[in-house]
């Protein structure tokens, strides 16, 4: 078995506590930026007092062995961890639950879970990990459903075949990614995929939502780790070819890819996998101009040196998260391989930063463990850290929003000042107050990067909710104005659906509703997402 | 205007000649190899004396400024450059011309002709080049449709806009090779994306196919150069959002790359654009044993460092082409960048070659024209002249075909020898002599290799087509048995369908058939290609 997320927030349940370091960090900043002294701080609500409603289907005999309505399940199943999530945790409130939790154990439990839902009217939620941000797991389904059934796909846990010759391996989707690395790293092996929320989301998910990993430039997104696939809807089970690349019509795991369980819940995959890495470089960079360090950022990306870091972070960022006080942007620079030095290629990176005012100290290269110290040490801890930020700042009404884009260079810079000017205005309109806001790049394309914002603003409790709205639409407004995207990695689910419909075409939107209808004509799967739903339509 | 190639081969119609020096080389390779003094050859058959159908629909009064049901243009649009195309050409026979061609200005043309086509129940064929191998422009399209109307989209050739910053450019689809890179170069740009049809192929062609450029890794597939794209469809026109990434959804570009205009026809696309390259190195390195060399190739493309050139050409594939009579496999190495010197680069990948037994001469490297000369230098002009092939041997009763595959590297050995034996057997059986087969690489994935074989036998004339499908179909049997793909970079058209067919998913073609049946209702467009005609089942 697999360990379980704590049911309120970040890491295992068995070590629920808050990094007390992070608590105080957090305090200590956000108290000074607010000027308060003492936070109106809710407290851990226990799982057994959270407010459900009674299930509304019972579960047929033959399904009792891995189904269940037992509470906690329900209640674990009910949220993911997006903003509005942790509004409702630290309520203890769960208005849409699901009325029952399938532990599939194969696709034949999937496909006899499907067979009963589609006789009872059920709404059928896939669920691996339940680390959604944007609320792609929680059952808001509508009226037109009866029920709804949460797959659970965290059995399905094997990496169940190595190609060694190919590098590619036969993944099953509930794996999590530590599970998953664990079963590859004895044959010297990674999938290389390091999302945020790494710990506690499964293959599956990453697959998807098209999920991005840390690394910022080339191979990097699960798009290009996918092989092939095997995928069980509500018509039939479909699987994919394993090809390196071919040419023989539209690919088919493209279909999938970003579908987020709208299609059918994917079961497994076969993922290319790589030798692990064992010559490495990296170098922080600092830039007194952030729009300065972004363009030595286009230039590096243009090169065609893929690095695998290539992420600034701005001042504010570097504050809020104690990576530095300096008052600088910060470029990090990585190259790693696991087949020969990689000198070559950090030092033409470089003479590109320091053609841009980039500062940095090249001695910091001949250190082994640099990437694991100061500034570059620091990120890399708060990289994964962050996940923990919910839990300290939303009982505390600090409202912590994100988002993130795509856009071409030629239309970042003034995106980037229109995001900062507004969302800036937005927070003090929500809340009366001014709020902290940083910017930093998640990705980098030849073509533009993919910023991504993060905002601090003090709300008030009941309150929340309304005014986290209020910033998060006023900046993805401009996202879709710009010509920018809805999102860039951290999926659509249900709070990006708005800006989804805006950004499709009207014609690609038509027929993705006949494929929904096509493979899903009951419509029972994770209804509103991605799919508009407008069954008259199709 | 363009330049137009000559209706019954390659080239432009103002230099009709075939190059002397390539029919030299084939009479006197072939002539050899078959003990055939004196080839039994038919004339070029004039244009004038083609037997075409008489046009089976008038063009309504609005449509005569660009639509035409000229004899000339019916038959330059009647077929494309397959071999079975060529069998056509030199027997005169034109079975399936399209009843009208409309030589389409704008956008709103393509809706008019699409309107008329509906009203009609006209099939509709999108053309760019017409270079087609594989059937996709020949409108074999059955006894439903009551005429054929060919839409060539040549007129639509422009470089409309270019994003300096982006390093992109909007570009329409009728522009062919030569031209598109005569319109970016002047800003130093170029696509760097050359198929083997590059002189008379268009962008909306290769988009349409998923073609495959030259260079050997990475960024190679028209795929990965896609930026957005417009597309008429019977139903509206589709534009996609130019973002340089995003995990919005399944991505709406992937639907209508490889679709080869059974959807709708592209008409225009943002396309990433790069610097020229200014630094090079490229070498050839030469393989007592072929299988040895492909593992040479296979350890190369795992370990990430993206040569531009990494292509193995077996013996008789260096024999026939004359490219070098050593009786060695060679491989084409090649790095480039308009960055950075790249030594490093080919140092480290010559350390692999050298741990696999490869030969080479590395003062070559210090040689800066070494590309142009020798054995890299004759490859370099092969791969453009292979193209008028088929012009020399198909009058002449040499059946020449190729067909490509996409595979896993565990599985290639056994495939190639497999392949290897099955097609010599074939060609035996087919024409009761022994034929000349060679294997190359066209392309390189880290998870496998896409094989390219050619073979050529001497056959019968009016038996031409029934042999060169005998030998076709062993060797594509086998693709499809091994878990290859029916096609790598070539495109489905009409000759692949059958295994297209065996190798989706039925799942999957149930959904590209709902696809359709939305985009295009009446089923109008290219019928036969890409999506199995099975409207009731859609």
Known sequence: MQKRIKYWGWGYEDEPETPPQLISNMERYFGGFFGVSDFNTLPVPPISAARLRKPRISIPERLKAFCTSDHDERVRHAVGRSFLDYVNIFSNEYSNPPDVVAFVRSEQDIIEV?????????????????????????????????????????????????????????????????????????????????PQSFQHSTLGGWIATRSGGHFATQYTHIDDFVESLRVVTPTGTIETRRMPGDG???????????????????????????????????????????????????????????????????????????????????????????????????????????????????????????????????????FLETSYYREITTPREIIYGTMETSITWDRFPELYRRVMDVTAQS????????????????????????????????????????????????????????????????????????????????????????????LDPKWIMNPGVIVPVDKSAA
């Open 114 to 194: 499907l067979d009963w839902a589609t006789g009872a009217n059920a709404a059928v939620i896939p669920f691996g990990g339940g680390t959604s941000v944007t609320g792609g797991v929680e059952p808001i389904v509508g009226e037109e459903y009866d029920a709804v059934i949460t797959i659970d796909t965290t059995r399905l846990n094997k990496v169940l075949e190595v190609d060694d010759v190919s590098q590619c391996a036969r993944i099953q989707a509930g794996a999590f990614g530590p599970h998953l690395e664990a079963q590859l790293r004895p044959r010297g092996y990674s999938l290389r995929h390091y």
């Open 248 to 382: 023989a019509g539209p690919d088919p795991d493209r279909l999938f890819l970003g579908a987020e369980g709208s299609l059918g819940i994917i079961t497994e995959a076969w993922m290319r996998i790589q030798k692990r890495a064992t010559h490495r470089a990296s170098i922080a960079v600092f830039f007194g101009d952030f729009l300065k360090g972004c363009e030595a950022v286009r230039v590096i990306s243009q090169a065609g040196l893929f690095p695998s870091n290539l992420r600034i972070i701005d001042a504010e960022e570097a504050r809020v998260n104690y990576v530095s006080n300096k008052n600088k942007h910060i470029l990090f620079l990585g190259f790693e391989s696991a087949d020969h030095p990689v000198q070559a290629w950090m030092n033409r990176a470089l003479e590109i930063c320091a053609d841009h005012g980039g500062e940095f100290d090249r001695e910091i290269l001949d250190q082994p463990n640099s990437h694991r110290e100061s500034e570059q040490g620091r990120w890399r801890d708060i």
């Open 427 to 518: 927070m003090e309109e929500a809340t009366g107050k001014r709020g902290s806001l940083s910017c930093r790049f998640v990705y980098t394309y030849p073509d533009g990067p993919a910023p991504y914002w993060s905002f601090y603003c003090l709300g008030n409790h009941g309150k929340l909710k309304e005014q986290w709205k209020h910033v998060k639409k006023a900046a993805t407004d401009e996202f879709i104005a710009y010509g920018g995207s809805a999102t860039h990695h951290t999926s659509i689910g249900r709070d990006h659906m708005t800006w989804l419909n805006r950004q499709t075409d009207r014609g690609f939107s038509r027929a993705l509703r006949s494929v929904k209808s096509a």
